[in-house]
């Protein structure tokens, strides 16, 4: 098994980065789980921080799915929001992320009463903060969940109204398998008329048809996952052709089984095929790694180059929703390590 070096942890830890693929609600740390559900009298099923460790295995991503809506259940006020935009902030900061593309699910906080004015406001004041302190670019992605009806998405379109101008892009999660990218056709179609970009996740546990239809039914920017369209040499050519950017999370497809070993994972042979593949962390606190875990985790099992991972680097700044200014300059920093 390759082992990763010292030479290229250096090489991870001081090249910069840019995240596309974090849903903030799955960054929410066990030790903060706890101290919100004490704080509001939430009751979890869990006596322990070992034991909110200990229920992380999942089997697919709907028994993730099940547990990271139970442990949003305890993000009730604004600086609940606050805390968790901060921590993960704080994180970007350790790892050398200079700019983060963040998403959040109205949806598992409308649907219990809590509404825009509670989690935007808490999510703003912390960016505006890193911001301030150590110059953290961050813009945001308003996900809608798939497994609910395009009604809700439009109704969630509608309460986001009042804050558009601190929303750069809508996405979409959840549970992928039965609910295609074409279900969400008009509402990304609405969105696209706001002046909304668009990304979704397809080809994670779903089929390559799903990617085609995020592509053709919700013209997107970005393909979050996509690592199924290797059963498709026709869509890997368009994909490819297209330079259109896949947000891969390597230690979440690990956890979700998705493959069954790092060593399985198709990450290479998507960069190899000429694919704009980016790195990235997807739902850190539950999947045992932040953005540089996912590096070290790949230079630990593949036989990555650092050339490869320069490349990687490179991809998320080019992937990005920066303007072109300011993706020059953060590739001329990948290109001079
Ligand atoms: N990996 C993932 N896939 C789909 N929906 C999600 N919501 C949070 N993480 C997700
Ligand atoms: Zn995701």
Request: aromatic share 8%; with cysteine; hydrophobic share 45%.
């Amino acid at each position: 098994m390759p082992v990763e070096n010292a030479a290229t942890a250096e090489l991870i830890k001081s090249l910069p980065k840019a995240e596309l693929h974090l849903h903030i609600e799955g960054s929410l740390e066990p030790e903060l789980m706890m101290a919100l559900a004490a704080k509001h009298q939430v009751t979890l099923p869990y006596a322990t921080i070992d034991d909110v460790r200990r229920a992380y295995n999942f089997d697919n991503l709907q028994s993730f799915l099940d547990l990271y809506y139970l442990g949003a259940s305890v993000l009730r006020d604004e600086d609940d929001f606050y805390r968790l935009m901060w921590d993960y902030l704080c994180k970007c900061k350790e790892d050398n992320v200079v700019h983060a593309e963040i998403m959040f699910d109205p949806q598992t906080h409308t649907e219990r009463g809590i509404g825009f004015e509670v989690f935007m406001p808490g999510f703003m004041r912390a960016i505006a903060q890193a911001e301030k302190e150590w110059g953290q670019s961050t813009l945001l992605i308003m996900s809608f969940l798939r497994h609910l009806s395009e009604e809700s998405a439009f109704e969630t379109l509608e309460a986001a109204q009042p804050y558009l101008s601190m929303i750069t892009a809508v996405g979409l999660d959840s549970s992928e398998l039965g609910n295609p990218p074409q279900k969400f056709a008009q509402v990304f179609a609405k969105a696209k008329s706001l002046g909304l970009l668009r990304v979704a996740h397809a080809g994670e546990e779903g089929p390559a048809e799903y990617i085609w239809s995020a592509l053709n039914d919700l013209d997107v920017h970005r393909i979050d996952h996509g690592v199924r369209s290797v059963d498709d040499p026709a869509l890997m050519q368009t994909l490819a052709e297209k330079q259109m950017p896949l947000t891969v999370c390597p230690l979440s497809n690990i956890k979700l089984c998705v493959f069954s070993h790092m060593r399985e994972h198709n990450i290479l042979s998507l960069l190899d095929s000429g694919l704009l593949v980016t790195v990235n962390a997807d739902d850190p606190s539950y999947f045992g790694g932040y953005l540089n875990d996912n590096y070290h985790a790949l230079a630990a099992h593949l036989p990555i180059t650092p050339e490869q991972i320069k490349t990687l680097a490179a991809n998320s700044f080019k992937a990005s929703f920066l303007a072109q200014d300011k993706k020059a300059l953060w590739l001329a920093q990948v290109a001079a390590l």
